[in-house]
């Protein structure tokens, strides 16, 4: 059986035909055209499916930016003018005559490294993606977890300290505040200014708002200690938020993606030190932080799966 899976981005649409061990047999992009509104991205998102049509399609799986209830109507995607209160899953089930499964993007993604990817073979699992922000999203007992109405499990608005640094959501402290990239990019800025010498100023000659997580991670791997301290720091933070999400779940795994995760093991050291440091002893014997296993295609294929296998 083949599926196709969607992935709505701010910039552009991917989009591919799927097996069910989720292989990806064909694959597209084009543009989303977010500025002309939402007409125009629903036209796109038309153009790029059919662009991969094949007889024998038994169904249609949509990642896409926002709040999604479970009618598969979308809220609150602010990268997307006019992406609000809008029954997407209706829309493409009438124009194609398929069952469609629309999904937050980031619970999507949760969703295919669950059946494909680096939590394969858990029953409950933590994945998050940690890019510009933080999302994420849970498997818990073999199910995608949602809220009463809404997808929910907005992980990166979980405030880590009550009076922390303003969120861009408006709240205190969330964790977002501490770990999403440009905040990463902050803390090397300020420590440089304050007279820290760091190969980071070289690797941007000197320009420091050229500095970004990239840089940073060169600058570790060439024995930089200011980028050392940095990751081990984005760790703690990190490990903090994952200690309460562990009381909270008991997960067997934990999964991090997103562009921030290519940090390396020095990361994923710094996490798994917190968590054994912070979360109740009992819960993490067994416990695995792990890097995203699906890769290149990882919206594609995760798209795909919300049909593939039904999360709910």
């Known amino acids: 059986m083949e599926f196709i899976g969607l992935d709505l981005g701010g910039t552009f649409i991917k989009v591919g035909v799927v097996n069910e061990e989720g292989k990806v047999l064909r694959r597209a992009q084009i ?51 006019g992406w609000d209160n809008l029954p997407l899953r209706a829309y493409f089930e009438k124009k194609f005559s398929l069952p469609v499964v629309v999904e937050n993007d980031v619970n999507t993604i949760t969703w295919g490294e669950y059946l494909f990817g680096a939590g394969k073979g858990t029953r409950t699992m933590i994945c998050i993606t940690l890019g510009t922000g933080l999302g994420g999203g849970v498997v818990w007992e073999g199910k995608l977890l949602r809220g009463t109405k809404y997808s929910a499990v907005e992980i990166g608005h979980i405030p880590i300290n009550f009076k922390g640094p303003r969120c861009k959501c408006g709240n205190i402290g969330c964790i977002e505040r501490y770990v999403g990239s440009r905040y990463i990019c902050a803390m090397a800025k300020r420590s440089i200014k304050r007279g820290r010498k760091s190969l980071i100023t070289e690797l941007v000659n000197g320009d420091l708002e050229k500095i970004t997580p990239k840089i940073i991670s060169d600058a570790y791997k060439r024995g930089d200690e200011l980028a050392r301290e940095i990751w081990v720091k984005v760790g703690e933070y990190l490990g903090v938020l994952f200690s309460g999400l562990v009381n909270l779940f008991n997960p067997e795994r934990i999964v991090i993606g997103g562009g921030v995760s290519q940090a390396g093991e020095i990361l994923f050291e710094s996490v798994r030190k917190t968590i054994k440091e912070r979360a109740f002893a009992v819960l993490t014997p067994g416990l695995e932080v792990v890097p995203a296993g699906l890769q290149q295609d990882s919206g594609i294929v995760s798209a795909a799966s919300l049909i593939i296998r039904s999360p709910f």
């Open 31 to 81: 543009p989303t055209c977010a500025e002309g509104g939402r007409n125009k991205v629903l036209s796109q998102m038309e153009k790029a499916i059919r662009g991969v049509w094949k007889e024998g399609i038994e169904g249609i799986g949509i990642g896409t930016p926002g709040l999604v209830d479970r009618e598969g109507r979308v809220f609150l995607a602010p990268n997307i003018p």
